[in-house]
């Protein structure tokens, strides 16, 4: 493997006592709800600027890898995303930990990080500079596109009504028009307020719409909001990893979606894991009951958004381009360093680099113990912490995780307001996730359209510039077979029952 002779640098005594601490400090920032991995590496970042370059990279990539892993333990305890990547894990988690298996959903959780994380970086060590290719080859109208096809995700995300989906992620795309449009600057919906011209801050609104509802169902009822085993059961490790490797494609699968749109600027881990959990649900096997408990929906999010990680560092090394945006804090922290990206950068720095992605691989593989360590001792405070510490706790964490992103009060306004709506409207069953979907694919859209439209307005060319490329026409055909996949299947299989039948 390139850059071989680099793992001894990244082995020594302090390169690990760094990496060991950025594992651990990035886990417990990215535990708690409305502290993202962006504001991990941000808050850690000056800390990193009298140390060696090396070890320095090898500290923010730590924090990093371990505050995408952190949001997994709100996710299934909370039922609240502790970053934006870990939405798709409270679909099986919270479920999954609700029956009494917080242990198990959480060890399930750890061992696909680490899986997604290493494929992500070896990935990052061995092919980045061909990779790095399929990021300049996506123009504002791929990007538009491949935002279409997040939305279309809203049919897997229905549970049980897809007009019910459809009307979520349509509020969702209505709530990214608040404030200032992204390219025209035009001010939109503020009915004259200048707090709303900043718009709806995503975690803000992550926090509201799947925290407070599980608060307000707290206090309104007796008892435990998990199942309470009165045995020990440990990390469960033997029965995850068996399930797990019964389940390889799917994590595997997941960790490629993962890597591939890490690669791809702005994407991030929350687009990826929505994918990959599309894409297991659709290929599930017969008695899997993704949204109710299923562990392979924890895989295919938590493999996939850990192998953002890496996959964001493809651009954000080789071209300069943050992949995602705690890449562009790294990117930041880089300069200061005096490390120059591009395409030079492997041949003129290659120790450097190696070292880092030597690092980043050894705190993935340190992330298996902590992970497992914290996680178990994380589940059995949240089921035996009485609810008169554990309410007041949570809540005091989703106001200062919602101010603490722009020093703005008007943020936990606008997130106890939407934590209140979301509750009324799941007593009707509509549900956050598409909401939340809408919230954050639509700036992409939006500025997509309105780049691609002037583009082609310009070119005289509108129709080739939407449907004229070859990977819009990809995205455009991956999107009607994710759509119409659920209908066809239900179709073949009403056939072949009823063939059965005669």
């Not at 850690?44 to 009298?50: D, G, M, Y």
């Not at 609700?98 to 198990?104: I, Q, R, T, V």
């Not at 996506?138 to 009504?161: C, H, K, N």
Request: hydrophobic share 50%; net charge neutral; aromatic share 8%.
């Amino acid at each position: 493997m390139a850059g071989f002779e680099h793992l001894l640098t990244a082995l020594t005594p302090l390169n690990l006592a760094f990496a060991l601490f950025g594992v651990v400090a990035g886990t417990v920032i990215g535990a708690i709800p409305g502290l993202t991995a962006t504001m991990s590496v941000a808050v850690l970042v000056p800390l990193t600027f009298a140390m060696p370059t090396s070890s320095a990279l090898i500290l923010m990539g730590a924090i990093y890898t371990g505050a995408i892993y952190g949001g997994a333990y709100s996710a299934i305890l909370l039922n609240t995303p502790g970053t934006p990547s870990a939405i798709a894990t409270t679909f099986d988690g919270y479920p999954l930990a609700k029956k009494g298996d917080g242990d198990y959903a959480i060890t399930i959780a750890c061992l696909a990080s680490v899986i997604g994380g290493l494929i992500g970086a070896v990935a990052l060590m061995t092919l980045a500079p061909p990779l790095s290719e399929v990021a300049l080859a996506f123009g504002p109208v791929e990007y538009f596109w491949l935002a279409i096809f997040g939305l279309s995700l809203i049919a897997a995300l229905s549970e049980g009504s897809l007009i019910k989906g459809v009307a979520g992620g349509a509020l969702g795309l209505l709530l990214s028009c608040i404030g200032v449009a992204e390219v025209a600057g035009d001010v939109r919906l503020t009915f004259g307020s200048q707090t709303m011209l900043s718009g709806i801050q995503i975690v803000a609104a992550l926090i509201g719409l799947f925290c407070i509802p599980v608060l307000i169902d707290l206090v309104a009822q007796p008892g435990h909001h998990l199942k309470v085993d009165s045995g020990s059961r440990g990390f469960r490790l033997g029965e995850a990893v068996r399930y797990l490797w019964g389940d390889k494609i799917n994590a595997v699968r997941s960790a490629v979606i993962g890597t591939v749109v890490g690669i791809l600027p702005g994407a991030g881990g929350s687009i990826a894991s929505l994918v990959s959990y599309s894409e297991a649900q659709r290929t599930a096997k017969p008695g899997q009951q993704y949204g109710k408990g299923e562990p392979g929906g924890i895989i295919a999010s938590e493999s996939a958004n850990n192998a953002t990680v890496g996959g964001g560092f493809i651009p954000t090394l080789v071209l300069g381009i943050p992949g995602t945006p705690p890449d562009a804090v790294i990117l930041g922290a880089l300069l200061v360093q005096g490390v120059r990206t591009g395409p030079s950068l492997f041949a003129n720095q290659g120790e450097i680099v190696y070292t880092f992605i030597w690092g980043l691989i050894l705190a993935t593989i340190l992330m298996l113990p902590t992970g497992l360590f914290i996680g178990r001792y994380a589940y059995r405070t949240i089921i035996t912490l009485p609810k008169a510490l554990l309410v007041p706790a949570i809540a005091f964490m989703t106001i200062i995780g919602s101010y603490a992103i722009r020093n703005n009060i008007s943020d936990v306004i606008i997130m106890i307001v939407l934590g209140g709506f979301g509750w009324v409207i799941g007593r009707f069953g509509f549900t956050a996730s598409p909401i939340v979907l809408g919230l954050i694919l639509g700036p992409i859209a939006e500025s997509g359209f309105v780049q691609a439209w002037t583009i082609g307005r310009a070119t005289d060319n509108q129709m080739g510039m939407f449907f004229g490329r070859p990977i819009s026409i990809a995205i455009i055909v991956f999107t009607l077979f994710t759509l119409l996949s659920p209908f066809v299947l239900a179709r073949l299989k009403k056939i072949k029952d009823q063939a059965h039948a005669d």
